[in-house]
């Protein structure tokens, strides 16, 4: 591979949920493979077949026998680090969106210092608000406005084309972190970050007026336009904990 020394792409990972034809899975093969991408992981395909798809994507072999299997997106993400979605159009929930080469440059950025994930939705209805939720940042890619439909193995190409140019282009030289900057969390980690968040909300009946789903959905775009690493993650989720803790501890003294 020839991208320079802080990118790698092999920390990039294909996840595409649900998937409902093998020959556009195969296509996606195809295209990792051009662009030095090798871990592909499925959410329940509605059909896969190694040996069409490999005739279909010739001499995709190992990257296929690499492919995994998940029960669910969650699963198929839970180590990454930073999630890229993608969609055909911006929807009404408020979302981190980017163009495909901003979005590429965190890819490529951040796959230094563990997993990132490209994420598709099913070839007929694309990424669920479940899905989307799961992304620090969802790609909308430009096309004519009468003619604006991609599919899977399309998208998957400026994506991972966009990912490639950024991971080669990358300098050497990396901007100093702070003193007590940590890793990245990775996606179970600010999962259970959100869920304490949500939880300690919910005791204070913050959302006695206001849709827990859409409350949390903004707090995500928030959380995630400011980049928190593991420590800021963890003081993230011990507020929502603390809350918790403090109503008990109010109501024992009180009972008391």
């Not at 190992?62 to 180590?79: G, M, N």
């Not at 950025?109 to 070839?123: H, K, N």
């Amino acid at each position: 591979m020839s991208e320079a020394r802080g990118a790698d792409l092999d920390s990039v990972v294909v996840v595409l949920d649900h998937p409902q034809k093998v020959v556009n899975i195969a296509g996606v093969i195809r295209v990792m493979m051009n662009f030095g991408i090798s871990d592909l992981r499925l959410v329940e395909p509605e059909e896969f077949d190694p040996y069409r798809i490999e005739g279909i994507a010739h001499r995709s072999g190992p990257l296929i026998e690499r492919a995994t299997l998940h029960d669910s997106l969650d699963a198929a993400v839970a180590d990454c680090i930073y999630v890229v979605g993608t969609t055909a159009r911006a929807r009404t929930a408020g979302r981190n969106y980017a163009r495909p080469r901003e979005a590429a440059s965190q890819l490529a950025s951040r796959s230094a210092e563990g997993r990132v994930a490209i994420l598709f939705g099913r070839e007929d209805k694309g990424l669920f608000n479940e899905g989307l939720d799961l992304c620090h940042s969802v790609a909308i890619i430009p096309t004519d406005p009468e003619y604006s439909s991609l599919n899977l193995a399309q998208a998957c190409l400026v994506l991972t084309y966009e990912t490639f140019l950024a991971a080669s282009a990358i300098a050497d030289e990396e901007l100093p972190k702070g003193r007590r900057s940590t890793r990245p969390p990775d996606a179970q980690e600010t999962e259970q970050m959100y869920s304490a968040l949500e939880e300690g909300l919910g005791r204070i009946q913050f959302f006695k007026a206001r849709k827990p789903a859409a409350v949390m959905r903004t707090l995500r775009t928030i959380i995630s336009r400011g980049e928190p690493d593991l420590r800021e993650t963890r003081l993230l989720a011990a507020v929502g904990y603390e809350i918790g803790h403090y109503l008990d501890r109010t109501a024992e003294t009180r009972d008391g």
